[in-house]
Each structure stands twice: as structure tokens, then as C-alpha cells.
């Protein structure tokens, strides 16, 4: 399976799911979302931009903690 890359966060919905997956993981309470069963809103429709929107938040994470180590020691 190919990638179209014009297709990849083409619509608002893909990403709304993606935004709120990233923000999820800067803000330090659980997730609201786990593995859909109804598909009746966005995340769940498009999980799989919700789960891309969460692991840029890890790296985003990664990269805030990289620059407090080099500022601060």
C-alpha cells in the first residue's frame, strides 16, 4: 500500500483527529480516546490520524526535554 501524499491530512476532519492527538500527549492527563467502537465522531472516524497526531506529540515531548538538557546543564 502507497502513501498519496495529497491525500494525507486532506480534510478537515483527519486533521482535527490529528491535533487532537497531539495535544493529548502535551497535556498530562490520560487520553480521552481509546480504539473506536461507534465511529460516530471525528477521532473515531479518523483514528489513525489521531494515533500520527499523538506520536508527533512524543516527539515534540522529546525535543522539549532535549532542549531543557542543553539550557539547563
Known sequence: MRIKPK??????????AAWIGFFEVL???????????????PVEKEYHYYLFG????????????KIIQTAFW
Do not use: D, K, Q
Not at 506520536?55 to 522529546?62: C, F, H, K, T, Y
Open 27 to 41: 497535556c498530562p492527563w490520560p487520553p480521552r480516546y481509546s480504539m473506536p467502537t461507534t465511529g460516530s465522531n
Open 7 to 16: 491525500e494525507f491530512l486532506n480534510t478537515p476532519e483527519e486533521v482535527h
Open 54 to 65: 499523538r506520536g508527533m506529540g512524543v516527539i515534540a515531548w522529546l525535543i522539549i526535554a
